[in-house]
T-cell receptor, first 113, second 107 residues
Framework: DGGITQSPKYLFRKEGQNVTLSCEQN?????MYWYRQDPGQGLRLIYY???????QKGDIAEGYSVSREKKESFPLTVTSAQKNPTAFYLC????????????FGQGTRLTVV | EDQVTQSPEALRLQEGESSSLNCSYT??????LFWYRQDPGKGPEFLFT???AGEEKEKERLKATLTKKESFLHITAPKPEDSATYLC????????FGPGTRLSVLP
């Protein structure tokens, strides 16, 4: 929404499988973020990136990996090391120093089957 | 450590019954406080940014205010379509999200 596209909307993962969630933006914002949302809890930061080819771990990075090879793309891989991956995943973008608010995609719901 | 709490956790209002949602925060160097609306199964939708104590922003039936320790989201004469979870977010070193207030407006 607002130039941010997350896909797929729903994703099912088998035990021991890696899956990748896509986040693409066309607003030319520098910063991109991945959050995890669980029922009754605030959003928790997984990884963020402020420039291409650089990213930082957030509060709950274990079991996840990211890349930022292009400014418009910030894919998140949920690895088999993530023991409780079932959650709603949200990608966000912001432009630090200008308008500081973050804009979100519509989310991906990941379920382990 | 930057922290955000929101109250109440859930709120049920009759249509037309005005009320306020609270967001209390602690932060070292506030660069912005944001309110978002989130509908079930969707990403948060941006509502307001507040930067300094005393600032107010309005949009339709919603009005956000900011002090040095808290922010309020006032809802005047709400309608059923205002039902959603409202998230308060502070921006210091990074974005820190509150758990949200789940608002239900009954017709």
């Amino acid at each position: 929404d607002g130039g941010i596209t997350q896909s797929p909307k729903y994703l099912f993962r088998k035990e021991g499988q890696n899956v990748t969630l896509s986040c693409e933006q066309n607003l030319n914002h520098d910063a991109m973020y991945w959050y995890r949302q669980d029922p009754g809890q605030g959003l928790r930061l997984i990884y963020y990136s402020q420039i291409v080819n650089d990213f930082q771990k957030g509060d709950i990075a274990e079991g996840y990996s990211v890349s930022r090879e292009k400014k418009e793309s910030f894919p998140l891989t949920v690895t088999s090391a993530q023991k409780n991956p079932t959650a709603f995943y949200l990608c966000a973008i912001s432009q630090p120093g200008l308008n500081t608010e973050a804009f979100f995609g519509q989310g991906t719901r990941l379920t382990v089957v | 450590e930057d922290q955000v709490t929101q109250s109440p956790e859930a709120l049920r209002l009759q249509e037309g019954e005005s009320s306020s949602l609270n967001c209390s925060y602690t932060v070292s160097g506030l660069r912005g406080l944001f309110w978002y609306r989130q509908d079930p199964g969707k990403g948060p939708e941006f509502l307001f940014t507040l930067y300094s104590a005393g600032e107010e922003k309005e949009k339709e039936r919603l009005k956000a205010t900011l002090t040095k320790k808290e922010s309020f989201l006032h809802i005047t004469a709400p309608k059923p379509e205002d039902s959603a979870t409202y998230l308060c977010v502070i921006y210091g070193q990074n974005f820190v999200f509150g758990p949200g207030t789940r608002l239900s407006v009954l017709p």
